[in-house]
């Protein structure tokens, strides 16, 4: 199924809502992750709002959901922005982040809303996560999927490889990871920190299919989650190619903003660049 110009508009609008939503909560928390959550939330949006999650907000933990598993849990807040736009809680508890008894924590928690599906802090372990629902889901004979958003740079982790060779071996042909490719981390740029590339044929010697996208490019993003459902002999990574900070310029690009939330005249400078966005969006789609 080919995704549409108006569906295409409808999603980019709804990324810049998420975009506006996640500087909104740093500013009110006053700490977190900027750059991260920025960038990924085209992806967020189009997997929520146009993939094919078998997800319902209004029953969120029914038996033979899809489970989206947050590997890189430090950009969250494109997570919980995205879950309020689907109705799953009030928009307005946004606004908790980060706050003591929030549900709404600086990295996500089992269960403490609606479809947030692990416990996400150290780096590297959601792989192994989102192959053990996979895993168990293959065992039980259950159609549900498992979507693992990922960073870049956990691929400096130990922990992430021995997942992928396990769910190659193993062809979890319903598990489709997403890597957020930023080429940053909290202190430098990935290929100056520890070099990844080439990180596609990594993966396609561990048994995986690859596919390389634009993470911006709502078209190329929504053709590569229809790709991954349609691919049955092994597991699916999408190398989605972002840029950190994406919608406010003084932001994209610099890995200084991983982990910083924005000043006040940041955060309404921020906000005037993606209200002007908005207006572009629009503009183009008409």
């Given at each position: 199924?080919?995704?549409?110009?108006?569906?295409?508009?409808?999603?980019?609008?709804?990324?810049?809502?998420?975009r506006?939503?996640?500087?909104?909560?740093?500013?009110?928390?006053?700490?977190?992750?900027?750059?991260?959550?920025?960038?990924m939330?085209?992806?967020?949006?189009?997997?929520?709002?146009?993939?094919?999650?078998?997800?319902?907000?209004?029953?969120p933990?029914?038996?033979?959901?899809?489970?989206?598993?947050?590997?890189?849990?430090?950009?969250?807040p494109?997570?919980?922005?995205?879950?309020?736009?689907?109705?799953?809680?009030?928009?307005?508890?946004?606004?908790?982040l980060?706050?003591?008894?929030s549900?709404?924590?600086?990295?996500?928690?089992?269960?403490?809303?609606?479809?947030?599906?692990?416990?996400?802090?150290?780096?590297?372990?959601?792989?192994?996560?989102?192959?053990?629902?996979?895993?168990?889901?293959?065992?039980d004979?259950?159609?549900?999927?498992?979507?693992?958003?990922?960073?870049?740079?956990?691929?400096?982790?130990?922990q992430?490889?021995?997942?992928?060779?396990?769910?190659?071996?193993?062809?979890?042909?319903?598990?489709?990871?997403?890597?957020?490719?930023?080429?940053i981390?909290?202190d430098?740029?990935?290929?100056?920190?520890?070099?990844?590339?080439?990180?596609?044929?990594?993966w396609?010697?561990?048994?995986?299919?690859v596919?390389?996208?634009?993470?911006?490019?709502i078209?190329?993003?929504?053709?590569?989650?229809?790709?991954?459902?349609a691919?049955?002999?092994?597991?699916?990574?999408?190398?989605?190619?972002?840029?950190?900070g994406?919608?406010?310029?003084?932001?994209?690009?610099?890995?200084?903003?991983?982990?910083?939330?924005?000043?006040?005249?940041?955060?309404?400078?921020?906000l005037n660049?993606?209200?002007?966005?908005?207006?572009?969006?629009?503009?183009?789609?008409?």
């Open positions: 199924m080919s995704i549409n110009d108006e569906k295409i508009k409808s999603l980019e609008l709804r990324a810049n809502e998420i506006k939503d996640i500087i909104r909560m740093l500013l009110e928390a006053k700490s977190g992750h900027s750059a991260g959550p920025l960038g939330a085209d992806v967020f949006a189009t997997l929520y709002f146009y993939g094919g999650l078998n997800w319902d907000p209004a029953d933990w029914k038996e033979d959901r899809d489970k989206v598993i947050l590997s890189n849990g430090h950009i969250c494109v997570w919980y922005a995205t879950l309020a736009h689907t109705g799953a809680f009030s928009h307005q508890e946004l606004m908790t980060r706050k003591l008894g549900p709404l924590q600086g990295h996500p928690h089992y269960r403490e809303l609606p479809g947030v599906e692990n416990t996400g802090g150290p780096l590297g372990q959601g792989l192994s996560q989102a192959v053990g629902h996979a895993m168990a889901g293959k065992m004979g259950k159609r549900y999927r498992i979507y693992c958003l990922m960073s870049d740079a956990e691929h400096q982790e130990g992430t490889w021995e997942a992928v060779m396990f769910a190659g071996k193993n062809n979890l042909n319903n598990l489709t990871a997403i890597v957020d490719r930023n080429n981390q909290i430098g740029y990935t290929e100056e920190v520890m070099p990844l590339e080439p990180l596609s044929d990594k396609r010697a561990f048994n995986w299919t596919i390389q996208i634009d993470g911006h490019n078209r190329e993003i929504a053709d590569a989650f229809e790709k991954a459902k691919i049955a002999e092994n597991p699916t990574v999408i190398i989605a190619h972002t840029i950190a994406k919608g406010v310029d003084f932001m994209e690009g610099n890995y200084e903003w991983h982990g910083k939330p924005p000043k006040p005249e940041e955060g309404k400078e921020g660049q993606l209200r002007t966005l908005w207006g572009k969006i629009k503009s183009e789609h008409e």
